[in-house]
């Protein structure tokens, strides 16, 4: 199946800076990335996805960024605020049977005011 | 619409027994998911299912089974729980399999002593 994998594991940024996060994946057939933030004990949701007709999506503060060649894709949030400290998770979707997703080990970033 | 809900919130279970954790969603979606998530590891698909009457395994299915009787019901059982089952368990439901949003649950909080 595939693999994914997703750096840093925490990142800290001041308030009003980017941040960014970058995935890997193993699987050249995927076609279908979504990123989930997470908040504490709350439920995983989805913030942006692209798929891989696409090299860049961006809505409002987010964007994401694709390279097929590479196997890599990144999530950019500018002007950071206090409430994007969460939990990011990016996946990458399975090209086998049901399409299944497969997630990295997640970022936790922490804006500081 | 209340989306994907589970059933119960908290669970703890002492080690060799069973229990059934209940997911329900009202998006008349046809696939269901159930993932586990642990410290540092993301989240795992545990088994899914792209229609009523219908399951699969996914990346880590053992110790566990489904059963998906109703479209909108999607349960997960542990027979004989083990302490490396104590996890959070989330369930997910989409319209159709592959590029496109999974919906999660509030998520279950599962101690096995």
């Known amino acids: 199946g595939e693999n994914v994998e997703q750096h840093p594991s925490t990142l800290s940024v001041q308030e009003g800076d980017s941040a960014v996060i970058k995935c890997t994946y193993s699987d050249s057939a995927s076609n279908y990335f979504p990123w989930y933030k997470q908040e504490l004990g709350k439920r995983p949701q989805l913030i942006i996805d692209?798929?891989?007709?696409?090299g860049e999506k961006k809505d409002q503060r987010i964007a994401v960024t694709l390279n097929k060649t590479a196997k890599h894709f990144s999530l950019h949030i500018t002007e950071t605020q206090p409430e994007d400290s969460a939990v990011y998770f990016c996946?990458?979707?399975?090209?086998?049977?049901?399409?299944?997703?497969?997630f990295g080990t997640g970022t936790r970033l922490t804006v500081i005011p | 619409n209340a989306g994907v809900t589970q059933t119960p919130k908290f669970r703890v279970l002492k080690t060799g027994q069973s229990m059934t954790l209940l997911c329900a969603q009202d998006m008349n979606h046809e696939y269901m998911y159930w993932y586990r998530q642990d410290p540092g590891m993301g989240l795992r698909l545990i088994h899914y299912?792209?229609?009523?009457?219908?399951?699969a395994k996914g990346e880590v299915p053992d110790g566990y089974n489904v059963s998906r009787l109703k479209k909108q019901n999607f349960l997960l059982g542990l027979e004989s729980a083990a302490p490396s089952q104590t996890s959070v368990y989330f369930c997910?439901?989409?319209?159709?399999?592959?590029?496109?949003?999974?919906?999660f649950g509030p998520g279950t909080r599962l101690t096995v002593l």
């Open positions: 692209i798929r891989s007709n696409v």
């Open positions: 997910a439901s989409s319209y159709m399999g592959g590029g496109v949003t999974q919906y």
């Open positions: 299912s792209v229609g009523e009457g219908t399951t």
């Open positions: 996946a990458a979707s399975d090209q086998t049977g049901a399409n299944n997703l497969f």
